[in-house]
């Protein structure tokens, strides 16, 4: 599974300001958290230039962006009541599918899993927001996430104290949503053990001290494919 982050407003547009926080800092400080917490699970991220404005991008600007790639794409964004300083009432977590997504139990599960953490759950709305409207409509199913209100003192308290448990809470939502296992114990016993055909070659580059502590179904570079290669003598010297 290949997951899209986009931190909201990126790196071009500061988005809602409120207490001297912006709110395009916090999803670039929030983004790969979420990410990291993602390692806990067998998918791919790629996390969109958070120097650029996916919303410019993409749609002030017509870039014609290949979602396809991607199996879910999360815009990750920080709320506001009308900007500084807030009314100290609306508060909470809340999540956005565009009109044509047809479940919504990974974005339910993403915002009960972060409303256990102490914010308000506004839960799943249904929003023709630019980004994500782009990305479903080259049928990829895609969110947006209002993380909490930075304009809240309360909601800025619980982030601030457990933004990773609520990176966490993302990561195991989306999991939930799409039943993905843990990268668990039995996957890395597996990953140690050659398959048959590779059995023998590999005692023997595990016997030559050349395979450097990569198990047998580690993917890897070219330089450590190289390196194995030196370190056998094929370039000879
Ligand atoms: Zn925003």
């Not at 990410?35 to 017509?62: F, Q, T, W």
């Not at 198990?215 to 890897?220: A, G, H, L, V, W």
């Amino acid at each position: 599974m290949r997951i899209l982050l986009i931190a909201g407003h990126g790196g071009t547009d500061s988005g809602a300001v409120a207490f001297g926080r912006k709110e395009a800092d916090l999803a670039r400080e929030f983004v790969p958290m979420i990410r990291d917490a993602l390692g806990d699970y067998p998918v791919e991220v790629e996390v969109y230039n958070p120097a650029r404005s996916a919303y410019h991008d993409i749609i002030a600007n017509g870039y014609d962006y290949n979602f396809k790639k991607y199996d879910y794409v999360l815009e990750v964004h920080f709320n506001a009541y009308r900007q500084d300083p807030g009314n100290g009432q609306t508060t909470g977590t809340e999540i956005h599918v565009t009109p044509e997504e047809k479940t919504i139990a990974v974005e339910q599960a993403i915002v009960r899993r972060m409303a256990a953490l102490g914010l308000k759950n506004r839960g799943v709305k249904r929003s023709k927001l630019a980004v994500i409207m782009r990305a479903k409509a080259q049928g990829v199913s895609s969110a947006l996430l209002e993380v909490c209100f930075l304009d809240d003192a309360d909601d800025m308290k619980v982030y601030v104290s457990q933004k990773k448990a609520l990176a966490h809470a993302v990561a195991d939502g989306i999991a939930e949503g799409y039943k993905l296992q843990k990268r668990g114990e039995e996957v890395m016993e597996e990953k140690n053990i050659p398959s048959g055909w590779a059995k023998e070659a590999w005692e023997r580059a595990i016997a030559a001290g050349v395979t450097d502590g990569l198990r047998p179904q580690d993917s890897c570079t070219r330089e450590e494919v190289i390196t194995m290669l030196y370190r056998a003598g094929v370039f000879g010297g």
